[in-house]
């Protein structure tokens, strides 16, 4: 008897876990013994449930993907986490990466990808797979390069901020998302704009949509 590998997955929406719920299954060596459905949830289910790896999505409401990684890491630098995700920019990988997680994959990635991407993480490995850490720099000027590394120097909770303020949402509405003071939002967006050398939100979103972060 092998011991199969114990995953939890992290998605806000049903539809998407009971989907790669389904796609797992087909795989004797695996099983899922819980979801989420939000950041929050997902830190208290690692922490009771203690997974082989969690399979988590970064875009959800709450505190959000990546800042669930790094309280994660923060407290078990052991923890085994793959991201899946429809962003497949190189500041995302980059940003999920620094934050803990020790792989990443797209959610539209066929499901012999997502075993792959499990199985090595789970045997000590990492994961990115093929063809994502080419999708930014192929046809990029320098001043687009630029801006890749210095959203990479933001932190994980400034890059949430950035791209929902980048998306139009406002400081309040962020903060309501975010379960932060609108004091809090405020600050983030001054340090944001300071490390990108922006004035303004229009500034900031013409950034986001030059790196391919948010849809016109």
Known sequence: MFMKIKVILVDDHAVVRAGFKMLLATD???????????????????????PDIMVMDISMPGIGGLEAIRRIYA??????????????????????????AKGFISKNSAADILVDAIQKIVNGGTYIEAGLTHTVNQ???????????????LSSREFDVFLLLA?????????EELCL???????????IKKKLNVATVAELTHIALLSGMVNP
Not at 29 to 34: G, P
């Open 75 to 100: 407290r078990d630098s052991h923890a085994k986490i793959l991201v899946f995700s429809v962003h497949n920019e190189q500041v995302f990988i980059n940003q999920a990466i620094k934050a803990g």
């Open 139 to 153: 046809d990029n000027n320098a001043r687009q390069v630029d801006h890749h590394k210095i959203i990479d120097s």
């Open 167 to 175: 998306k139009g949402k406002t400081a309040h509405k962020i903060s």
């Open 28 to 50: 004797e060596r695996i099983e899922v013994i819980a979801e989420a459905e939000r950041g929050e949830e997902a830190m208290q289910l690692y922490n009771t449930k203690q």
């Open 181 to 191: 003071s609108y004091k809090t939002i405020a600050n983030y967006s001054t340090q």
